[in-house]
């Protein structure tokens, strides 16, 4: 496995870390939170029809730059040193993963061009008020109604549901459990019985939804009750961009801690003299390199489509998380009272940090799947 990049994934790395120092300064971070949508639609423009990042793994017949997910994860990581508010990981990582594994050839031909160019903000709705991230948690009914379904039920912590205009939803047939019974649904925003209200978050860089279905009709993406595979290969893409994602906001946070400590004098001295605090943050460095590690190898067997693909996303997973967070942690420790502020900046992070971590799963429960995919 290679643990490099090449120039060209570099050189798209320097770009999105260019665009986003200039379209996502914390300032704009703090002001997107306050606002219902959560970002900022100019932007979402140049992103995805400037940059062309929305296509960015999308194969071409469908619209996409064809690239591949080690680039997506590239990018992910960029936007999660940004903290950037917008629909991208709604959009590009759940929704289109999903449809790409679970439509058929026409429902990928109607709805991925759109997404990838971002003409349309799409989401996936899998979580339940259960909290649960498998498919047992799933409870929503999808009963035939004609050349159609029926849907019935609630979804919760739907990222970007109140503003998506396209929600994949994932339903069950009535009577089944586990992996029997489900299936993917394509629901327009507008449709009639469907109530979308936002949550309140303690991460406000990322915007939540619960999203009610009362009979809204909805025609399945593929084979009605044969969802189960697509949805747990969807689940594990999903882990490794979200793993990609939370070093990048790791690896921000840890240059955070290392300037102030440069910077701060006690005793005349620079804190970052101490041995103390050299300890802390070589610690820190290496859990952060690990987490690093295992994201771009995750990454790299999702592109190749490898068989250890489920056992190696729900590490990543894990490591991102608690790098994520003990970086976060440490950073508010060492910047001191100021790190406890609103004013600074953080909170932003540490608030990021717990929210990505139970986002589809917090650590224990990827180290239990590990433990099972490994056969322990």
């Not at 991925?112 to 909290?131: D, H, K, N, Q, R």
């Not at 804190?271 to 610690?283: M, N, P, V």
Request: contains cysteine.
């Amino acid at each position: 496995m290679r643990f490099s990049f090449t120039d060209e994934q570099e050189q798209l790395r320097q770009v999105v870390r260019r665009f986003l120092e200039d379209k996502s300064p914390s300032a704009e971070v703090r002001r997107l939170m306050a606002t219902p949508e959560g970002h900022d639609r100019g932007v979402w423009t140049e992103l995805s029809q400037g940059l062309g990042l929305c296509g960015i793994h999308i194969p071409e017949e469908y619209g996409g730059q064809g690239l591949g997910f080690v680039e997506l994860g590239v990018v992910l990581e960029e936007m999660g040193r940004a903290l950037l508010c917008a629909p991208y990981f709604a959009s590009v990582v759940l929704a289109a993963c999903a449809i790409s594994n679970a439509g058929t050839e026409s429902k990928k031909r109607e709805l991925l061009p759109a997404i990838a160019s971002g003409e349309t903000i799409a989401t996936l709705a899998f979580a339940e008020p259960s909290g649960r991230w498998d498919c047992s948690g799933i409870a929503l009914t999808a009963m035939p109604d004609g050349d159609a379904f029926r849907l019935d039920g609630v979804k919760s912590f739907v990222l970007d549901g109140h503003t998506a205009d396209l929600i994949v939803v994932v339903g069950r047939a009535s009577g089944s459990v586990g992996d029997e019974g489900l299936s993917f649904f394509a629901v327009s925003a507008t449709a009639s019985g469907l109530e979308r209200t936002a949550l309140t978050t303690l991460d406000g860089t990322r915007k939540q939804a619960r999203l009610v279905f009362s009979h809204v009709r909805a025609e399945p993406l593929g084979e009605p009750g044969a969802g189960a595979r697509a949805l747990a290969r969807t689940l594990d893409q999903a882990s490794v961009a979200l793993a990609n994602e939370m070093v990048g906001g790791a690896q921000k946070a840890l240059e955070m801690a290392v300037d102030y400590a440069k910077v701060r004098m006690q005793f005349g001295r620079p804190i970052g003299s101490f041995q103390a605090i050299k300890h802390r943050c070589a610690d820190l460095l290496l859990e952060v390199e690990l987490a690093k590690s295992a994201a771009y190898y995750a990454a790299g067997a999702v592109a190749e489509d490898r068989s250890d693909v489920p056992a190696v996303a729900s590490l990543a997973k894990a490591c991102g998380s608690d790098a994520f967070v003990h970086a976060a942690s440490e950073n508010i420790q060492l910047h001191g009272g100021v790190g406890f502020t609103w004013e600074h900046d953080a909170h932003l992070y540490f608030k990021r940090a717990r929210s990505s971590e139970m986002l589809l799963g917090d650590p224990s429960f990827h180290r239990e799947l590990v433990a099972q995919r490994w056969g322990i």
